[in-house]
């Protein structure tokens, strides 16, 4: 027969604000935090820049560093106004501090990634108890997701923080006046705009409106200090967009609002669409193995909501941002990111009823589900790490062997245990499993492969071959912004058949990367010299595919020079037929 979870203690079900002191309380904070960073910064310092985000914000960093100059951002000295400029000056201070590499660029997301463990942890105890408090922090400590968006050098992880500290704030406030929580909220929505414009505003609105209209008390308008907090608000977040405004013009709004903003509301950017229902189906994938337990997590919450106005509250934050999402074109499961934590909350307090009763997960309403996804995706992740390994270089077989090992074993342990009401175990299986998996992905499969990655290697052969030469590189086809990060300089780039052709004009040779097929249609077509200096050979890595990359010496040939730009034949280039041939 199905149940609902039994309620927790009143303090545990309504929220405690200073839940009663516990011996030994302070070790969970040092655990957790410590096994956060030690996922965090797994192999951070041996993997390279992942094309394309993170180089381009290590770039501008790079670039704004040497030019000093704080307000424009740039990349390949070409103005960069994607994103607002809190993250530059982040990365900025921990690249001062742990040097101008992979491993500092990352550190900021890495630590903004502890933070906000440490923070379900702290929320987690004064709404659900202590226990509920170490099973939150657990449980987003060893979700995929927040690992992966901990280890990238991009805007996500550190925006994850920000808003986690608002919803904090509010449900304070919900609960209590506090200065404190007051101030907090409109510093940290501040930042929020700093780090990725009105999003953050955006997401925070959806879920409090959605928690207000499912029972949630929001804070009274006096304990917000809205007059107040607003000025506040401006008074942090204005000066910087006042000065980027005058000092590009008014390029910078142009640029995020024309480009950005309104982009994302009516295409697929970038090819980044979706199809809908794509954000709660590939969040099973990327919130795994816990996403087995969000449908009866979900449900039970919803049915207790009106009892409990917590789950009214973690309800808004898990299902308002994904409503607001599901309506751009653009979709990435990055964008969901800020409200995982409220599944993991919503994941520990079934988790704790589970262990507190004993029961099996399958007497739970769509416990039967929940266990069929643990099963079905676990098996399934295994068995697709076994399929490919034939066609994998043997370094990279035995991590990938272990990490099968991992998943089955821990799959059928987290499946049995649950299935015979064995809770505690299940989710300390699952924990160590995927804390075991996602340590040896890291920090030893993917350093791996590094060998078989082009952009860093090219970058670095290029820019040996360029100093050894005194040629300028000219990058074509191949503009991946880990070549640029790491030749260490800005780059010339030629988007079309003319400009590639001034940079050769007067007999000059540059030095440029192609693929051997390009290469041929230089010869052939454009009646061009060419004469390869070296060759990299690796991977398309998320496509699978090899990749056999040429640096190479152009320059015209003047036995074949007729003083004119060769023509553009009727059928087109089947290469470069986005840059040199218009």
């Not at 993170?54 to 070409?78: K, L």
């Amino acid at each position: 027969m199905e149940q609902e979870a039994r309620p927790f203690s009143n303090d545990e079900c309504q929220g405690n604000d200073r839940p009663n002191p516990r011996r030994f309380d302070w070790l969970e904070p040092v655990v957790l935090g410590l096994l956060a960073l030690v996922l965090n910064l797994a192999g951070n310092d041996r993997t390279g820049l992942w094309d394309r985000d993170e180089p381009r914000y290590a770039v501008c960093v790079r670039e704004m560093r040497s030019r000093g100059d704080w307000i424009n951002p740039t990349f390949n000295g070409v103005p960069r106004y994607h994103k607002p400029v809190l993250i530059y000056w982040l990365t900025g201070l921990s690249t001062a501090i742990a040097g101008d590499n992979p491993f500092g660029v990352r550190l900021v997301s890495s630590l903004a990634g502890a933070g906000t463990v440490l923070g379900v942890w702290w929320l987690g105890r004064r709404m659900l108890g202590p226990r509920g408090g170490w099973l939150a922090g657990l449980i987003l400590a060893t979700a995929p997701i927040a690992v992966a968006e901990a280890k990238l050098a991009t805007t996500d992880a550190t925006l994850t923080l920000w808003l986690f500290g608002c919803q904090a704030c509010l449900w304070t406030l919900s609960r209590r006046p506090s200065i404190g929580a007051a101030t907090g909220f409109w510093v940290l929505l501040s930042l929020a705009v700093l780090t990725k414009g009105p999003v953050g505003p955006a997401l925070i609105l959806a879920s409090t409106a959605m928690a207000w209209w499912w029972g949630w008390p929001v804070p009274p308008r006096e304990r917000l200090h809205g007059t107040w907090g607003l000025v506040g608000f401006l008074a942090l977040t204005a000066p910087w967009y006042v000065a980027v405004s005058i000092t590009s013009h008014g390029e910078f709004l142009r640029f995020a609002v024309g480009k950005q903003i309104l982009p994302r509301l009516a295409s697929d950017m970038e090819m980044h669409g979706g199809f809908p229902g794509y954000y709660p189906i590939v969040a099973t994938l990327v919130f795994f193995p816990w996403s087995a337990l969000v449908p009866p997590a979900l449900l039970e919450g919803w049915r207790q909501r009106e009892s409990n106005p917590n789950l009214a509250f973690l309800l808004g934050w898990a299902i308002g941002p994904l409503l607001v999402l599901e309506c751009f074109q653009t979709k990435l499961i990055h964008y969901y990111l800020p409200a995982f934590p409220a599944l993991a909350l919503l994941v520990a307090r079934l988790a704790g009823a589970l262990e507190t009763e004993g029961t099996p997960l399958r007497q739970r309403r769509l416990g039967r589900l929940g266990l069929a996804l643990l099963a079905g995706i676990g098996l399934a992740l295994a068995a697709g790490l076994m399929v490919p390994l034939p066609m994998v270089p043997w370094g990279l077989r035995w991590p990938m062997i272990v990490i099968a090992c991992l998943l089955v074993a821990g799959t059928l342990t987290g499946f049995f245990s649950f299935h015979r009401g064995r809770a505690r175990r299940a989710i300390g299986s699952l924990a160590v499993t995927w804390a075991l998996v996602l340590w040896v992905l890291c920090g030893w499969l993917i350093p791996l492969a590094e060998p078989y990655r082009t952009a860093r290697i090219v970058g670095e052969r290029l820019a040996a071959h360029s100093a050894a030469m005194g040629l300028e590189p000219v990058l074509l086809e191949y503009q991946e912004p880990g070549v640029i990060y790491a030749l260490g300089h800005p780059v010339a780039l030629a988007h079309d058949r003319d400009s590639f052709f001034a940079h050769l004009a007067n007999g000059r040779s540059v030095l440029t990367v192609a693929l051997p097929s390009e290469i041929q249609v230089m010869r052939s077509h454009f009646k061009l010299e060419v004469t390869p200096v070296d060759q990299v050979e690796g991977l398309v890595l998320n496509r699978g595919k090899p990749q056999v990359l040429q640096i190479a010496v152009v320059r015209q040939d003047p036995s074949r020079w007729s003083g004119e730009l060769p023509p553009v034949p009727a059928d087109g280039v089947p290469m470069l037929k986005q840059t040199l041939v218009k």
